[in-house]
């Protein structure tokens, strides 16, 4: 199939109990600052590392200073589980404390290297980002919410953003001289049926514009937030393929 034909689908269904991001981030962050059990603020740190939730970055590094090495030593971990490339600079500055126990120290030093192994990766695409639509009867914060995250799945795959309103000829000096592969994405959110919501992403080369392929994902049978987190890395995956099919 050519890439320009190319659409791809996906359909994600939620449980119904499934609950907003934010009260539940919140919630957690109460728990690994405030908990009075060990297990409990550790346990807390973890679950907030497998969020994906941006929120979750300044209560983790808080958490790297915790009187309990268990609990330092989850949220290092957590960090690194986050992804979210913040954590490098507070990882290495809870690293200063010359009183840490040796094996906090190396989950820290395990974090901040595998986050910086991500940054430092050679870019292999060139992505001009637009801004997430949030179509009628969407909630505009789910945009954010959705944009944050997809940046975050495309930073992994070899990501260099390209600037807002770049002229046509300083982009092709930069794919020519960095050897990168050049794309537009254009993104947007859409309700689905009942409730749900539906991601669209419109894949486009760069800068030329030519249409390479659609992404649409849906979801349903949960909140805003939850949808929004089942939705992007499928989206981010399927824009993976378009990214490589392109090549042939």
């Not at 290495?92 to 395990?110: F, L, N, T, W």
């Not at 994405?185 to 309700?191: G, H, N, Q, Y």
Request: net charge positive; glycine share 8%; charged share 25%.
């Amino acid at each position: 199939m050519r890439p320009s034909a190319l659409l791809l689908l996906v359909l994600v269904s939620l449980p119904g109990w499934a609950a907003d991001v934010d009260p539940r981030i919140a919630y957690l962050s109460r728990q690994l600052r405030s908990g009075q059990d060990v297990r409990v603020r550790a346990q807390a740190a973890l679950v907030l590392g497998k969020s994906e939730a941006p929120e979750a970055l300044a209560p983790l590094c808080d958490g790297l200073t915790d009187e309990s090495g268990v609990v330092r030593g989850a949220s290092a971990r957590a960090l690194e589980e986050l992804g979210d490339l913040g954590a490098i600079r507070c990882l290495r500055d809870a690293m200063k404390d010359g009183r840490m126990e040796p094996s906090v120290r190396q989950a820290m030093e395990r974090s901040a290297v595998a986050l910086e192994t991500i940054r430092d990766q050679p870019a292999r695409l060139y992505i001009a980002m637009r801004p997430v639509k949030a179509q009628a009867g969407v909630d505009p914060a789910m945009a954010a919410v959705a944009e944050a995250r997809l940046k975050r799945q495309l930073q992994r795959l070899g990501t260099r953003w390209a600037p807002a309103e770049e002229p046509k000829a300083a982009a092709k000096r930069v794919l020519a001289k960095e050897r990168l592969q050049g794309f537009v994405v254009m993104p947007e959110l859409l309700p689905h049926g009942d409730g749900g919501l539906r991601i669209k992403v419109v894949c486009l080369s760069y800068p030329d514009e030519r249409l390479l392929g659609q992404v649409e994902s849906k979801a349903k049978g949960g909140r805003p937030a939850d949808l929004v987190k089942a939705l992007v890395p499928h989206a981010a995956k399927q824009m993976a393929a378009i990214f490589e099919e392109s090549r042939h």
